[in-house]
């Protein structure tokens, strides 16, 4: 797949990066994400909204040939029941270590929030939704990227079969370790974010966010949560307290 320049004249360039750094400096409303409150902030706050602004909301990630797989590594918790790791979470860490031994027979996912039909689902359930596979470049903020395919539930299809609200503006994702993230409905929506289950050709490896890992493919790596559990729809933001990427220092929208 090759990759789509777009032409922006460079008054509607100018107009978009102005009506940007005034939303910037204005602060945000409950709807929006948190990002004013010092220099760092509202710089992401720009790069947001000029994003948002000015790219197309559809456009794709380039995708890769199978030839193209390359090693991916492993990193941040490689296993939420393991109490040594940093992002131990004590209240969930136990019931991973059980799921883990069971094959993960009795793992659920939990949606809730802003949807007329909250529910939970099986990964022999979202197994037998509408499925895609993609192999993308995953980039780590750590400086490194790796090719891989991923096999998922497109996430617009469970949100769609639970019943998701017009008004709803923003999906968080909470995680059996320390983590939880959220995004905007505009990437929550993209035809390549997906609710992953399998890596190259095989089951999620736990290491990799087994049984189920999100991912968002126009984003830096650490949107991509790994071992989901539950999934909340949102009308305004949280910023999802000290697991969250505002609280752990870390923008929240990284889009590239």
Sequence with gaps: MTDKRISIPRRTFIRGMGASAGVAVAGCSKTDPPTYGNLLRMGDNLTYKTHRLLLPEHSLAREYDYSDISSVPAIGTTNPADSNQLLFNPEHGQAYEHLLAGAFADWRLTVEGNVAKPGTF???DLKRMTSRTQITRHTCEEGWSAIAQWTGVPLRAVLEACG????????EFHSYDAIADSVDMIDALHPQTILAYGMNGRDLPTG???PLRLRVERQLGYKSVKFIRKIVVANDF???GKGGPIGA???????M
């Design 238 to 240: 949280g910023d999802l």
């Design 208 to 210: 990799h966010g087994a």
């Design 122 to 124: 099986t990964l022999a």
């Design 164 to 171: 998701m609200q017009q008004d709803a503006k923003f999906v």
């Design 249 to 255: 220092g870390w923008a929240w929208y990284v889009g």
